[in-house]
């Protein structure tokens, strides 16, 4: 059967990419072709967080292994505090796959309000060093669990309340049951990677699913670019598209614009997901070690999440028209039994809770900070 010209295009984009990284004096041009740097991305955050009110330190965290982890930290220095007040526990957001701290920009002021927020850009990803991966699936997760614990260090952490999203929320699980004593709460927000391959997340009666709303069956082209896109970088498309790189974010991904539209009438978001994404490929490199075809994770979480202490508590967070399943969550409550466990639906939120519903998840967030001090 012969390729599409959209799949000739696509498999032709990658094969350079694929030449590119193998040979770099040949191919010399090929980063100048992507109209980016580091210091674009640099730009186009610092227009973000022009936007925050409160008290920000932004800098790079050196790791004992010199890796930089790029890093915010927010304070509300408004706020009175009493000499004999102890300070509470700090709040630290970890991203999803191909994001950075600039998304969280309508979370940061509410949620730093009462207590230290810090952010950070995930080891490969954004501003943060890029390093390689391993093509090895525990060994790649080992490296950024690594690098968030090096991270902890060095800022200086006892502990804290330690929320991720997507691949951050498995991130921050695989480091909770690592790390069980520097965790006091786990908020995981849209969580990848929590099912097992080929199990059906729900098992649904006779009587639910005469009124169930049916998925749609994906069409063979879908599935002919999936099987091409499995083989490659996630998304080595946006680098090897070049100068039209900008213009295929815009296209694919409208919604990030109309998340933040009110604070930016331009294309601040999508310039900023493009500039994190279209760098030497780096941190997706070992998400795509992580995962199989369809985005699977190769080591699902629900197989680990018995190995979190019954006395952590954790709270997780879906979106009700998210593509992630929140059936998973229930799944983690059944796991783990009378440990504290809470599953909650946000309605009218896709995966990207935090900026679909932003006044109802920081309601959530502050509300779970508070439990604990």
């Known amino acids: 059967m012969n390729e599409s010209p959209q799949l000739s295009f696509i498999t032709l984009c990658f094969r350079l990419e694929t030449k590119a990284n193998r040979s770099s004096s040949l191919w010399s041009w090929w980063p100048s072709w992507r109209p980016t740097s580091m210091s674009l991305l640099k730009t186009t955050e610092s227009k973000i967080l022009a936007c925050i009110k409160n008290d920000l330190w932004a ?3 050196t790791l004992a292994n010199q890796d930089r982890i790029w890093t915010l930290s927010l304070t509300n220095k408004g706020t009175p505090k009493s000499a004999e007040q102890a300070p509470k526990t700090p709040l630290v957001m970890v991203h999803g796959f191909g994001g950075g701290v600039g998304l969280w920009i309508r979370n940061l002021d509410a949620l730093s309000r009462s207590r230290t927020v810090y952010a950070f850009d995930l080891l490969g990803f954004g501003r943060s060093s890029r390093p390689s991966f391993p093509s090895d699936a525990a060994k790649a997760e080992e490296q950024f669990v690594d690098s968030i614990e090096q991270w902890r260090q060095a800022v200086g952490l006892e502990n ?3 929320l991720g999203h997507s691949l951050g929320g498995y991130l921050a699980t695989s480091y909770a049951i690592q790390h069980p004593s520097r965790v006091s709460h786990l908020i995981l927000v849209d969580p990848w990677g929590f099912p097992e391959r080929g199990k059906p997340e729900t098992q649904q009666s006779e009587d639910q699913s005469a009124e169930a709303v049916k998925r749609p069956t994906i069409p063979r082209w879908a599935k002919a670019i999936v099987s091409i896109l499995s083989l490659f ?23 990030f614009k109309r998340k933040f539209e009110d604070l930016f009438n331009d294309d601040t978001m999508t310039q900023y997901i493009y500039h994190c994404n279209a760098q030497t490929p780096s941190g997706e490199i070992g998400f795509r ?5 369809l985005g699977w994770a190769k080591r699902p979480m629900l197989q680990r999440v018995h190995l979190l202490p019954p006395s952590m508590p954790v709270t997780m967070l ?15 409550a059944e796991i783990r039994g009378k440990a504290h466990t809470k599953v909650l639906l946000v309605e009218d939120a896709s995966h990207h809770v935090y900026a679909d519903q932003p006044d109802d998840f920081n309601r959530v967030v502050e509300n779970i900070c508070k439990s604990v001090d």
Do not use: C, H, K, Q
Not at 237 to 254: E, H
Not at 289 to 293: K, L, P, R, V, Y
């Open 318 to 332: 879906y979106g009700a028209r998210s593509w992630v399943d929140s059936s998973s969550g229930d799944r983690v």
């Open 233 to 255: 970088n996630p998304l080595a498309v946006i680098r090897a598209a070049g100068p039209w790189g900008p213009g295929l974010v815009n296209r694919f991904r409208p919604d």
């Open 160 to 162: 804290m309340i330690l």
């Open 289 to 293: 070690a992580m995962s199989e075809t």
């Open 59 to 61: 800098r790079f965290v």
